[in-house]
C-alpha cells in the first residue's frame, strides 16, 4: 500500500480517569473529542465522521453539537464491546481512505465506576445467548471467562500466581504514569495472592481490569493529509477484525481447544500478512486486559512466545520496559483505566510519537491487540 493510501492517526485526547468524574458521559465524550482536535490542530469543523462502540451511549448528533461537528457523513460503530476497540480505528481508516469521509473521530466514554458497572450481574440480558447461561449462574464476566481460563491453566499446569506475574508488571508501569490511577501504586506478587478471590481459583480482585470513569478520543484521517498537520505522522500499517465459527465475546467455549484464542490468532496472520512484518519486528504491544490471563493468550497467538510458554515469557522480563517486548507501558486497563481498550491505542501513538510517560527507544512498530480486532501502527518517515 502507497504511504499516501494510509491512513494515519493526527490527534488523541483524553479526560482524567476517575471512580465518580461528576459529569455525564456526553461531556467525557465532549471534553475528549475536543482535546484530541486541539492536539491535530484541527476544529469541529473539520470534522465529518464519527466512530465509536454499539455500547456507547453517546448520540452522534448530540456529540457533534456538543464539539461543533456541522456535517457527518460517516457515522459507525464496533460491536463486541472491549474486542472491538482496535475495530474503531479500521472503521475510521476505511472511511478516509475510501473518500467516504476526510475526517473521523473515534470516542469512547462513560461512567463505568459512578453509573453503570458492566461487571455487575444485573445488567447481563441483552445477548441471547445468555439465555442458555444464566441458568448455571453465569451471570458475570468474571465467571463467564474464567471456564475458559481454567482450561488454560489445566492444559499448561499454571496456578493463579502465575497469572499474577502480568499484573504486577502492569501496575508497576502504571505506578510510573501519571495519568494512571494507580500512579504511584505498585504491587508485588504477595499483593496480588492477598487480593480476594473473584472466582477461586482462577480470578482474584488483582486479576480483574478497572471500573473507570472517563473519556477518551482520537483524529483520524489521511497519511497525505497528516502532513500538513502539526503532530508527527502515525501510520495505521494494517487492521483487522477476527471472528470464526464458534466464537463468542463472553462465551467462548465451542473451539475444539480453549487453551489458545483462535480470534487473536486469525487477527495476527493478517495483519502479518497485510505488512510483510513478524513479530521481531513489533517494538511495543498494547494487549487488552480484562482480565491478567488474556495476555497470556495473546502473546501466544500474535507469536510473541509459544503455546503454553508465555508464564515463562513474563517472568524472564520479557514484557518489561526494557524487555524484547513490552507490554502496555501506561498499565493497561488493570493499571490506567479500563475505557474499553481505547487508551491503550492512545498509548501506542504515544510511544511512536516519543511522549509516552514510559517511552521506550527507537519505537517504529506498535501493534494494539483487542482479542477480536487488531491494528498495527507505524512510525511514519
Known amino acids: 500500500m502507497a504511504a499516501s493510501a494510509k491512513a494515519a492517526i493526527v490527534g488523541i485526547g ?9 459529569r455525564s458521559e456526553l461531556q467525557l465524550a465532549a471534553e475528549a473529542v475536543r482535546a484530541a482536535l486541539a492536539d491535530a490542530g484541527l476544529s469541529g469543523r473539520d470534522v465529518d465522521g464519527t466512530v465509536t462502540f454499539t455500547q456507547d451511549t453517546n448520540d452522534e448528533l448530540a456529540l457533534a453539537r456538543a464539539v461543533g461537528i456541522e ?41 463505568e465506576r459512578s453509573g453503570h458497572r458492566f461487571g455487575q450481574p444485573a445488567q447481563q440480558a441483552r445477548s441471547a445467548g445468555f439465555n442458555f447461561y444464566l441458568p448455571y449462574g453465569l451471570d458475570a ?13 489445566h492444559v499448561y499446569g499454571l496456578t493463579n500466581a502465575d497469572f499474577g506475574l502480568y499484573s504486577v508488571v502492569a ?5 510510573t504514569n501519571p495519568n494512571a490511577w494507580f500512579h504511584g501504586k505498585p504491587i508485588t506478587l504477595a499483593d496480588h495472592q ?38 508527527p505522522l502515525v501510520t495505521v500499517e494494517a487492521a483487522t477484525q477476527g471472528n470464526v ?12 481447544d480453549i487453551a489458545r484464542f483462535p480470534e487473536a490468532e486469525m487477527g495476527a496472520r493478517i495483519l502479518y500478512e497485510t505488512t510483510g512484518l513478524g ?27 509459544k503455546p503454553g510458554e508465555a508464564r515463562d515469557f513474563i517472568a524472564d522480563g520479557h514484557i518489561d ?5 513490552p507490554v502496555n507501558t501506561h498499565g493497561g486497563l488493570l493499571g490506567e483505566a479500563y475505557i474499553h481498550g481505547v487508551n491503550n491505542i492512545l498509548e501506542a501513538v504515544r510511544q511512536l510519537r516519543g511522549t509516552a510517560a514510559n517511552q521506550v527507544s527507537d519505537v517504529r512498530h506498535v501493534l494494539a491487540a483487542a482479542g477480536r480486532s487488531a491494528i498495527i501502527l507505524g512510525r511514519g518517515a
Open 14 to 22: 483524553q479526560t482524567e480517569f476517575s471512580k465518580n468524574s461528576g
Open 71 to 111: 456535517e457527518i457523513r460517516w457515522a459507525s460503530r464496533t460491536p463486541f464491546g472491549g474486542g472491538g476497540a482496535s475495530a474503531t480505528v479500521e472503521h475510521a481508516a476505511a472511511a478516509v481512505i475510501s473518500g467516504m469521509a476526510n475526517v473521523v473521530v473515534v470516542y469512547r466514554a462513560f461512567n
Open 141 to 153: 464476566p468474571t465467571k463467564m471467562y474464567s471456564l475458559w481460563f481454567q482450561r488454560y491453566m
Open 171 to 175: 501496575r508497576r508501569h502504571a505506578a
Open 194 to 231: 492477598n487480593s480476594r478471590w473473584i472466582v477461586e481459583p482462577i480470578l482474584r480482585l488483582l486479576d480483574c481490569c478497572q471500573e473507570s470513569d472517563g473519556g477518551v478520543a482520537l483524529v483520524v484521517t489521511t497519511a497525505e493529509r497528516a502532513r500538513d498537520l502539526r503532530q
Open 245 to 256: 465459527i464458534d466464537g463468542d465475546v463472553l462465551f467462548n467455549y465451542y473451539h475444539p
Open 279 to 305: 513479530p521481531a519486528d513489533i517494538d511495543v504491544a498494547m494487549l487488552y486486559e480484562n482480565f491478567s490471563p488474556v495476555v497470556f493468550y495473546q502473546l501466544e497467538a500474535y507469536g510473541f512466545c
Open 321 to 325: 520496559l526494557d524487555g524484547t517486548i
